[in-house]
Structure formats: structure tokens, C-alpha cells
DNA sequence: CGGTTTATTGACCTGGCTCAATATGTGTGG
DNA sequence: CCACACATATTGAGCCAGGTCAATAAACCG
């Protein structure tokens, strides 16, 4: 397998180790998953709403997004899936897209065949939980979503996105720190269901805390941005301590 | 086991067979879950954020809510769980919550251990499978309430729940039906990010559409409420026909 | 360099919020 | 069955965060 398939796929496995007990042997089925390289022109729908899908995408470079719509149109995006993420994880187990995806940059994944995660996840019972249990930290992103959406108001939101990315990207709390961030305003307004002139001039009032330039942000203070966004990790469960990284079935 | 108990499992049991193919033997698991009934006052938190929980929640009557919360303790209400609906399932894999749970009006659930469910999950793989897609179901569910609250209007948000919820509790395209909907204003509000004086008004603009009386919905049109609530209800995953119905691994 | 996105800004408007008062339930104990 | 207490619903008046519309200006890209 080329060399840079196998980066991706292992960049997933940490993902799931870092939450999961995994033995030798099934991380090895993770690392054996066939990988087909792919790249997505940016604002074009990759699966369509209603489509029956064959592949999980694992995004390698770049942000996908996943969109709903209301009835005029309004997009809304509903989940952005940043490079270590299988995007359509869900899909293995409900085939049929519930909502379009698409990325927001050009952005380069591995697909990866339901067959094969669906054959690997029934050989390994630990396997299938780690999996469901990646995606219901997707899940808990979502339901924080809700609440960003639903309770803050257009300074928090935004803050509260950039400080949930930069997480999910790995950052830690550094006092200035830089994190790819390539969503266009439009784009963030789709995901803060706002309007893109309003996120321009929020991000203004955002500027001694975070400046956006070309496809990354730029913290200045971050204990200032995490204080605006309201912002909590513990919804991302990155931190798990070995002993409490569960498996649901004894050791094969 | 009391046979208010069987019955609960068996609903929840109905609902798995509706998406998931399962053999006898897998089915009988299910039904056999231990069970134990109790009862949830309405607005106390059964479950506080972050912390670890033992059981599942299976609704038998009455609605429970999932809720987050902003800075300023403004609730949000993520998601609402019906009679059938088990509560809680994804703790199963991610037992540290979340989000608080509680019971939006006096509630009757069953407590199922998650030691019993992990061990039928572990024990029969594709019962592990129709949890985990149980979950994707809320999951898709999620999403929809971010495009609902993201880019919706204050009608087409309470007329959206309003039809989820029917549909949910198994209501067909009736001309006119009345289905249980037992939360206050306020709790609309909570639910779709607005403010309970604002759902109040614009509950008297919808009447044409619905009326909300007691602790249930009178629907006097249902496709006017359709359409203002700009509803699709495929995300509900249904009507899945019999061949459709996946299952990960091959019958026992 | 030209064409297309993307960002920025101004002027104005409105849907939904806030604050506050009043009415109507609803459950409880006597 | 009544009366009280508390929760819920209803209504009015005024305001404002964020939307709409429209025009430039920058940036990006082949």
C-alpha cells in the first residue's frame, strides 16, 4: 500500500486508540482497511442528499462539511470533518445520506469501502464499538452545536467553532497559536446559521482574540476566545486516560 | 419479569426491527434485558453533565429531554426521547455524559444496566450493530434540529417539532389527529432556541395548522403543517422494507 | 491580465427579545 | 369541594441583534 495511505489510516487509528482499548491485532485490521487516494473540488456535492453510499471518506488535507437545507435553500452546515476524521463513519451502518457532504476547501481523502469496514467491524466486536463510539463523539459535537446555535450569541458562536476546530486539530492552550482553518465567511455563517455580512462584522469584534487570514486562523489570546466562546472540551473526549478507554468485549 | 417490563423491551424491540434485521435468538436477547422500573419527576436533573451512569433509559410514558446550557444558564434542549425511545443508549459506549437528562413532565422509563447491554452488544455483533444505528438515527435527528434552529423561522422551528414528534410516536398523514405533547412553552422555547413568550405568539399564528392543549397536539391540517414546517421526515429512517433492513454479520 | 470569488461597508429594516403586568390553570391540603 | 400557592400562559410596549439589499474593494486563480 502506498506510504501515504497508510499515514492516513494510521492518523485514524490514533484518533480511535486515543478513546478505545485496541489489541495489536485489531489495530492491524484498522492499517490493513484498503484506501483509495481521492481529491474533492471544493463546493461541489460529493454525496448527494438521499444517495446510497459505498465509501467512508477519511479526510487526510483540507475541511469537509456536511449540509442540510431548509425549504428556500438556506444551507446550513451541520458538521465539519477535519483531517484525522472519517467522515460517513455513520454510513456503515445507515447507507443512505441523510444530509449532502461536500468540502469547503479542496481537500484530499481516503475512501474507504463499507465492505471492508463492515467485514472488519464483524470479525472484531472491539472494532464496531470503537467505531460507534467515534461516532457518537460526532454525535456530542452535534448536540453542542444545538446549544451554540440555539443559546450564544454571533461573537460566541464564532469563537466557539474556532475553539472546537483548533481542538480537534490538536492544539493546546498556548498563548498565541496559528490552525488551519480554510472556511470562507459565507461558509462560517453556514455553520453558525448566520448571515455572512453579519460574521464579517463580527469577526471585527473578535480581533483582539483570533484574526482569520487566507485559510488559517491566528489566536492572540486564547483564554480570551475561550472565555467569549463559552467553550468547554470536555464534549470532544480527547483525553482519555488509558484505564478508562473502554472495550466492550474481552480481548480476542 | 413483570409484565409492564416485557412490554416496554418489546417496544423498544419493534422499534430496532423496524431498521435492523435480527435473528429470534438476538431478538429474545433484547427481550431479556433486565429491567427496572422507575418513575422521573418532571425538571430534576436524573442525569447531571459529566457524570458516569449505569443504565440506559427506556421511555415508556411521558418525554424526556436532553439539555445543554450556555454561560449565562440559558437552556437548551438537544434532543427529546418519546415512549419506545431508550435514552441514554450511546452511554453505552460513552458512559461520562455529556448532557443532563430529565423528564419534561412526570415520566415512567425502565433502568437497563449497561453491563447487560454491553455484554448482548458483545455477545451477538449485529444486535451491537442495530444499537449503534439506533444511534445514527438520533444522530440524524441531531442534525436536522441544527438546520431547524440554524435556518428556520420561529413557525417552521415549533411546526418542524411538532411533525418530528408525531411522526416519531408513530402518527400517519391523518387528516386531523391529536398526539401526546406534553411540554410547557418554555420548553418549546428550550427546544428550539427561542424564548417562551416569542413560541406563545407564534403558537397563535399556527392555529390554522395545530393547537396545543393540556399535554397534547391537535393537528387541524397536516399537510399545511408540512409544509410551513418544511418537512421531510426520510431522516426518521421509518419505513425501511424488510430487505433493507442491514445486518453487519451473518445470522448466528 | 481578466474573470470570478470573497471580503467589506453603508443604510435601513424586522423578527424575535426584554421587561413587566395580568390571567389562567393545576395540584394540594384542609 | 374550596382556597391557596405555584406554575404556566397571555398580552403590551419598546428595543436591538442580526438580517436584507446593494455597492465597492480586494484577493485569488488560471
New interface residues.
Partial sequence: MPHQNRAGLQVFLDRLNRRSHLTPVEQQAVLDLPAYPAEMEANIDHVAL?EMTEFASLVVTGVLG?F????RG???I??LHVPGDMANL?SV????A??ALQALSRTKILKIPHQAL?SA??RH?AL??A???D??????I??????N????DAA?RIAHLLCETATRQGAREIQALSFEFPLTQTQIADA??MTSVHVNRTLKALRSAVTLAGRSAHVLDWALLVRLA?FDP??L?RDIEPGGR?R???AD
Fill in positions: 438521499g456536511r442540510g437545507q431548509n425549504a438556506d444551507r446550513q451541520t458538521a455513520q451502518v445507515e447507507p443512505r441523510t444530509s463492515r467491524a464483524a466486536p464496531a464499538e467505531l460507534w463510539r461516532c457518537m463523539v460526532d454525535a456530542a452535534l448536540s453542542q452545536w444545538v446549544v446555535i440555539g443559546r450564544r460566541s453558525t446559521g463559552d470536555a464534549y473526549q473502554l466492550i468485549a474481552p
